[in-house]
């Protein structure tokens, strides 16, 4: 009986190992056998687009929130405007977005050594984990495994990526859906410790009236790099998020935002809501905390509802869906 018993959990383990909740089908090291030089080789291209172009680093990164958060990470934000398809790259809230050309350059050394055997979803994943490496942000497993959606989902987009002004309860709300928490959130918002915002996003905390939850002094440097409350969208100045250390993924950007230098209203807004604010201290005050924090959000992002075994595809471009 007592065997009977054991040898029945020796058969569930695995069972309950294969499937877990929300990330089913994806595992460490999925192309150890079709493809084991997979993740070297990202890692490789990722390195060596960071030294050409630093700022290729902060976009995976920026890529793997904006493909994840809508519906699922399968690289749906990396296609192209087809005949009846807009892409999801194309929707105003992907505005700023900026490198897909160099997805390309990765996605060719991959079809160089294994051709049709690695998604573009992974490329997403693990671009965004080797490049917040990088920034001096934390190293990240991943899982793999992750197959390419047909469609792009550009009617989606809006409802899922909040704007730059919207509340604190809408965007907490977004990352609950996802089973990321406020203190995940908090954490994940702290992305915007690197790169860069345009004029358009923040005229409005400037002109006509000067927006009270931002400093004085600091308001009067902004006007200086975004003169015009009706900036040209395309030929617009930017300003770092965080004039300290813009290159890096760290707390500085918690520390801003605590002397009201927050560049976007949802930034600042984390400082005045009192669900977030503790959160912000703690990360302000504690790097390693706040990169433990990003971590633990950036990989339950990575994993959200992602296709698997026979749905979706391994695309052999990433711009476009294959024709068979
Ligand atoms: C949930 C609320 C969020 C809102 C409303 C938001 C909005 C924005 C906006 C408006 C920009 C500036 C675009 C421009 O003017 O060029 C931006 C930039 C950026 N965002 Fe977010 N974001 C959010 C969350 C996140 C998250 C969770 C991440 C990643 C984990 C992220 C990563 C980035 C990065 C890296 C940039 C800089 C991109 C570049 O310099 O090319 N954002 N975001
Ligand atoms: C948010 O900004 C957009 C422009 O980007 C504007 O159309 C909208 O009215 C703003 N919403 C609020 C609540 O201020």
């Known amino acids: 009986m007592a065997s009977f018993a054991s040898a029945f959990i020796f058969l569930l383990i695995p069972l309950l190992f294969q499937f877990p909740s929300g990330e089913s089908g994806i595992e460490v090291n999925y192309y150890s056998e079709s493809c084991p030089r997979a993740e070297e080789i990202i890692k490789e291209q990722v390195t060596a687009l960071y030294h050409k172009h630093g700022n290729t680093a902060i976009s995976w990164i920026r890529n793997l929130f904006h493909d994840c958060v809508v519906k699922s990470c399968d690289a749906s934000l990396l296609l192209e405007s087809a005949s009846g398809m807009e892409s999801e790259k194309a929707t105003s809230r992907s505005f700023g977005m900026r490198n897909f050309k160099y997805i390309q350059t990765i996605k060719h050394a991959l079809e160089k050594e294994c051709p049709a055997t690695v998604s573009c979803a992974d490329i997403v ?3 965004a984990r080797d490049g917040a490496v990088m920034l001096g942000g934390p190293y990240i497993e991943m899982k793999t495994g992750r197959k390419d959606s047909k469609i792009s989902y550009a009617a989606q987009v809006a409802s899922s990526i909040p704007n730059h002004n919207d509340t604190v309860s809408t965007v907490l709300s977004t990352f609950q859906a996802i089973g990321i928490d406020t203190q995940g959130t908090v954490a ?3 992305a915007h410790s690197v790169g860069r915002v345009h004029c358009i996003n923040l005229v409005q905390r400037l002109y006509p009236t000067v927006d009270p939850t931002l400093d004085p002094d600091y308001a009067e440097y902004l006007k200086k790099r975004c003169p015009s409350p009706h900036p040209d969208p395309n030929a617009v100045l930017y300003s770092r998020n965080d004039r300290e250390t813009p290159m890096v993924l760290d707390n500085m950007y918690y520390s801003n935002i605590l002397s009201h230098k927050g ?8 400082v005045s809501d009192p669900n977030t604010y503790p959160f912000v201290k703690k990360m302000a005050a504690d790097n390693g905390y706040f990169h433990d924090q990003f971590a633990k959000a950036l990989l339950i992002l990575s994993q959200n509802n992602p296709l698997t075994g026979d ?8 711009r476009f869906v294959n024709i068979n």
């Open 311 to 318: 749905q979706g595809e391994i695309r052999k471009d990433c």
């Open 125 to 127: 994943a693990l671009s």
């Open 188 to 190: 994940l918002l702290g």
């Open 263 to 270: 560049l976007l209203v949802v930034d600042q807004q984390l």
